[in-house]
């Protein structure tokens, strides 16, 4: 909805001169308080919102629900109570005084100084060549953009903006150089923040080109025998999914790009085939079915709240985002950070100053560490982050929660090295952890027993571990440590990240910034030679089915990382995680006597 201000707030806010002397869009622009409206398109066919389902609904859309899109109201001075938003650096000028709504456009650049509302483009992009923003034709378009030269899927959206009286788009193809890697990455992290301050975010879910044609269709229904013989005519009731199934599960919101674009937009309209759906913070409005809402709501919710938030719910909340993430897709590996990079920027302004290191948070690290590969098929194609991180994986992980009865005064994260200079808070590369805990010798044969039945195994890990519900629903990923002494019975469970061989990188990093995360010293590198492969606790917990009731025994199950070295200075990467429920695993004397080496309560280790 256009707020109109006064000549001398034009001159402060508008980014042009042809815009601060913009009038008001011709009144054959549409109007969708009328009962029907016709909407040129660029192939010359018109698209009817006559219909009485079309019609509530773009009435809605376009300013009968004051609620989506705010009302219109008296001007004022300053940009904050306009509820305008600070323009993106690049943004689509559609300029709104052409009454054609097949005008062409241009791109604003340094359009950060002003404050407009703006929609964004959630879309798949298509394998047709269309046109993209360049270094070479930069200039070009930032002086005349053909609207023949767009495509469909970008047509449609410039329209819809026009239809809603909107001045500014924001189109990632078209608002970052894509054939220039600096300004990729460097557009890519404040992406977040331009689908936040978004006025609304444009959801095309259809996959074909274009989407206002198809999302208008009229859908099928069925006539329903009226149940009183002179009733008059019978009810139809149109054939559609829940709205929030079509929304999750369609091809655009399984891509990765578009988790971040959908958990940061506070509205959206969302554009499928034969019909649209409105969302504001993750509730759905259709005409079709009764209000809903998508599984985003929740975690939107406590994302936008002004409440505290400490670091237990911080981590909690970021690990049920990741764990959603990592189910999608992306088309290259390497994005799996910079996909989620500007959710995490808006994230972090809820996380106290915390370090950002590779998908997780400085502050409660090694919980953090306790994630699981839940896919048969995980696999490290290439290095794009360290082993400790879920993001080094390709495949969906879930993180192991223990908030009740933890004791981890026996690991310590004492700090990080990066490749990045004067103290990062920000580290999305090559990134070494200095921890230092209890290790013992990792060799699985030792504490593997008969191999039971799988039911036997079940029931063991129920009645023993807090993470059974977790656990089996990927059975097939966890390998079951059957006792050496008491049949049926297991000694625990391991996960192993992925069946390959671990991609590592060159250790000179050492030599680079040190960060402590515990006021501590830069620590050295353990010299004596290690054992190849190590356990290492991060925690141990008291069991729910003995906890609140006298634990005589002191019984606890430790949670540890399992780590094969990678080089001869003693580093090591993650190759997977485990839960171990014999009580003195960790403990010196126990393990030496049954041939399990026992190498440190108190050793440092580096991990990469």
Known sequence: MRVWLSQSERAKHAPSSRLEEQTEVDTKCLNFNSEETTVPNSQGFSSTFGSPRSGKTCRQVSGGSRDLFGSEGSPTKTPSSLNLSQLPHRVLDLRCKEVSFSADICLLNNATQYYEPYFALSHRWSTKPSLKLTTKNFDALCKNISFQS?????????????????????????????????????????????????????????????????SLLSRASIKLDSPEPSGGSAPCVSLMDSSSFCI?????????????????????????????????????????????????????????????????????????????????????SKDKIPAISGLAKVFSGRGHGQHFLAGLWS???????????????????????????????????????????????????????????????WVDGPCLLAVRGSVVEWDESRIQGEIMSLRDGNVCVAQNSDHFELLQNFSSNIQLSWSTREQGHINGWVSYDTNEQMISFDSAILGRTWTSLKNARRPPVEHRRLPEQICMRVCSYAPSRIRGRRNVSGKKNHLFLILRRVQEQNIYTRIGVGEIFINNFFDKWVFETRSMKFLGNDLRIIIT
């Open 150 to 214: 767009l495509s469909r899927t970008f047509q449609d959206a410039v329209v819809f903006c026009r239809l809603m009286k909107v001045h500014y788009l924001w189109i990632d193809a078209l608002c970052i150089k894509q054939d220039d890697e600096d300004d990729w990455r460097k557009e890519s992290i404040s992406m977040g923040h331009i689908y936040e301050n978004a006025k609304c975010v444009i959801m095309a879910h259809i996959t074909s080109d274009g989407f206002l044609e198809k």
């Open 248 to 332: 999750n599960n369609s091809p655009l919101s399984i891509r990765g790009w578009v988790f971040q674009e959908r958990m940061l937009a506070k509205r959206a309209v969302h554009f499928m085939t034969e019909h649209i759906l409105m969302e504001d913070m993750g509730n759905i409005t259709s005409e079709h079915c009764p209000d809903q809402y998508t599984s985003q709501r929740d975690q939107k919710r406590a994302l936008f709240s002004h409440e505290k938030m400490d670091s237990q719910e911080f981590c909690g909340l970021w690990a049920g985002m990741v764990e959603d993430y990592s189910a999608c897709e992306l088309t290259q």
């Open 363 to 425: 502050e409660n690290l090694s919980q953090q560490l306790l994630w699981v590969s839940t896919s048969s098929s995980a696999h490290r194609e290439q290095w794009r982050a360290p082993s400790w991180s879920w993001a080094s994986l390709d495949g969906t992980v879930k993180f192991l929660r223990v908030s009740e009865g933890v004791e981890q005064r026996k690991f310590t994260i004492e700090g990080f090295w990066s490749g990045q200079e004067n103290q990062p808070r």
